[in-house]
């Protein structure tokens, strides 16, 4: 398959992707800010509790509905940890079902574009991975 490269700015809002720690959990910490920035109201978060650490919460459930989307970046704009990103360079396309356009947690989380790696390092979750390392999990 022959790809194109992306003109412009669209390299820069294409299918969505949850990042991970280095311990293998979700960055999101389900606080619902990218739900509620989000103008087509294509997100939907249900929050659950970790058990060995009952200050932190992470998402249960994480879907998007791409048949909604208008792929404006809100929610990575809105993320306090990171956690969302649109940078997998795959450009969502139609569907012959309406379910084939739903994003659940586990379809979104994926690996960084190109290199096979979940994404473990930046500023907004260095803390988390410094209480892992504390706790000796990481």
């Given at each position: ?41 294509c ?44 940078d997998?360079?795959e ?48």
């Amino acid at each position: 398959e022959a790809r194109i490269p992306l003109a412009g700015n669209a390299r820069f809002r294409t299918r969505h992707r949850l990042k991970v720690r280095a311990d293998g959990q979700p960055k999101c910490v389900a606080c619902f800010m990218c739900q509620t920035a989000c103008p087509a109201y294509c997100i939907r978060i249900e929050a659950a509790e970790y058990a060995e650490n009952t200050v932190e919460k992470y998402p249960a459930v994480f879907d998007i509905d791409l048949s909604r989307c208008v792929m404006c970046g809100m929610c990575v704009e809105a993320c306090p940890e990171d956690a969302i990103a649109m940078d997998t360079g795959e450009l969502p396309g139609g569907a012959l079902a309406r379910h084939d356009m739903m994003m659940t947690k586990e379809t979104l989380l994926r690996s960084i574009p190109g290199t096979g790696d979940p994404s473990t390092k930046g500023a907004a979750n260095r803390l988390a991975n410094e209480y892992l390392k504390s706790r000796g999990r990481a």
